[in-house]
């Protein structure tokens, strides 16, 4: 039951998946310089942020259309953000596909194309799922957003790093700096690719009203 298992990954998206890496992005506190309006394709911001998941080496930066041009380093951050929780549940809800195959929950009576799964399923499940989703939202938000009266809106706490919810349970995060930003790079751009290839199953669907697997 692929829809829902999907959801369920918004319930995950936050703490559970924060994770293995405990950081997915690295930044590094160094001299602010004034920001460049134009820069070279895929060249690194010159304000005090560096970034993971750019190439080659963990610290480039991927920015081919230059939308960081002319902006300050907590809006660059505040996207980091979107695009790991994002990549996150987007990693959670492909695998949640193969529910299409492999339906254990409600009896297996939940059947069809994923897409058309989160119609079947019988309450209170929705209701479960959204309490959760709240739940895991909030404790984002008291971790890494400051709060508007101490520092206006949509912004994110000093020091804070995007991803990083100090949720590790199992120990998984490497002590070694080059492993750590390897593995918040993995990270980073499976998200991506899990973003493209979700929007891909879903509109493949929409249009054939056929199960991908």
């Known amino acids: 039951m692929a829809s ?28 602010t310089e004034a920001r460049a309006s134009k820069g070279s394709k895929g060249s690194k911001p010159s304000a005090g942020i560096n970034l993971v998941g750019g190439g080659p080496t963990p610290n480039d930066f991927f920015d081919p259309l230059n939308l960081s041009a002319g902006k300050d ?12 929780t994002h990549g996150r549940v987007s990693m959670l809800a492909t695998a949640g596909f193969v529910a299409e195959k ?14 058309n799964h989160f119609q079947q399923v019988p ?27 101490d520092g206006g809106y949509y912004k994110l706490r000093p020091g804070y790093q995007p991803g990083d919810l100090g949720y590790d349970p199992l120990g998984l995060k490497p002590s070694d700096p080059a492993a750590l930003a390897e593995l918040q790079t993995k990270e980073l751009n499976n998200g ?8 891909g199953m879903v509109v493949q669907e929409f249009i054939t009203q056929q199960p991908i697997f």
């Open 4 to 31: 829902t298992i999907a959801s369920s990954t918004f319930l995950g998206a936050s703490v559970a998946v924060s994770t293995a890496v405990r950081a997915p992005i690295a930044v590094k506190a160094v001299k």
């Open 73 to 84: 380093d907590n809006e660059i951050l505040l996207w980091r953000e979107a695009e790991l």
């Open 102 to 115: 492999f339906n254990p929950l409600f009896n297996g009576s939940i059947k069809g194309p994923a897409i």
């Open 123 to 149: 309450q209170p499940f929705w209701e479960i799922v959204c309490i959760g989703i709240a739940m895991a939202e909030a404790y984002r938000l008291q971790e890494g957003w400051l709060n508007p009266r």
């Open 192 to 199: 991506r690719l899990a973003m493209i290839g979700i929007a």
